[in-house]
């Protein structure tokens, strides 16, 4: 039979365009250009001996640290304090007398990366004034499925109201037990703080606030609050802090859930 193979397409010369220096293609075998006339490596080459000694010096710091004691933190039985900036759990902090610092601007939810962040804004009014100015934040969520605790968010605060905490034990057993509520992320009350909503501070504005002038409520506040709500645990002679900082459901949930699991883990 005749040979029905098509010839070998013969390669059109390419030649190189006008104003243009080509280099030359390597050889077959090279993988670079030869290195030119004149040149001296500054690289003084090893002898055999350096040759057979390399391995071992590239692996002298895992054959020293092979007669080490190891030294293992022995969680959850031992639980060793984070960094100090570590990026933990966020927290909704408070004013000094009790007011919400977030103001509902939502740019920690445009900052957010992943969109693990829903806010709405509300405004306030002269028996619900829950943070200094105009607005507040009616509605806070952060899903801890989607954040990945990069902080962008605490930057884009401008009131310092979202802050990173160093708690890192977040389990759930369900989704929608990872994402947190407002009131599961409020920081607690302390002393001299009023359960909100109540008025500012008589004289001030939010400006004030904002500097840091504000540093405890006031007894037109507390009286405020003793005649809208006489049964406010913040008040003086009230049921105290502790019957105030209830947690709320989704991080009650979550707290028995690590709990359990290190309780379990305990050795």
Known sequence: MADQRKPARKQ???????????????????????????????????????DFL????????????????TVTEQY??????AKPRYHGRHQLNRYADGLEKCIGCEL??????????????????PDNQRSPGERYGSVYQI???????????????PTRALTMTNEFELAGPTRAGMIWEKQDLLAPLRSGMLQAPHPMVEGTTD????????????PAQVAWVKE?????????????????????PTAAVMAATVAGATKQGTR
């Not at 959850?76 to 304090?81: A, G, L, N």
């Not at 920690?108 to 009014?125: F, L, M, Q, R, S």
């Open 12 to 50: 059109a010369a390419q030649t190189p365009a006008k104003g243009k220096a080509v280099a030359p293609r390597p050889r077959s075998g090279e993988v670079a250009a030869p290195e030119p006339e004149g040149y001296t490596s500054l690289i003084e080459p090893r002898g055999a001996v350096s």
């Open 54 to 69: 390399a391995p071992v010096g590239g692996f002298g710091v895992t054959l020293s640290n092979m007669f080490r004691p």
């Open 76 to 81: 959850p039985s031992e639980k060793v304090p």
């Open 108 to 125: 920690c939810a445009w900052a957010c990366p992943a969109d693990a962040i829903y806010v709405e804004g509300a405004d306030n009014t």
């Open 143 to 157: 899903n801890y499925l989607r954040c990945i605790f990069c902080g962008l968010c605490i930057e884009a605060c």
């Open 207 to 218: 400006t004030d606030y904002y500097r840091g002038e504000v540093t405890s409520s006031t």
């Open 228 to 248: 809208h709500r006489p049964d406010d645990p913040t008040l003086p002679g009230g049921a105290g802090l502790d019957a105030a900082n209830v947690p709320g």
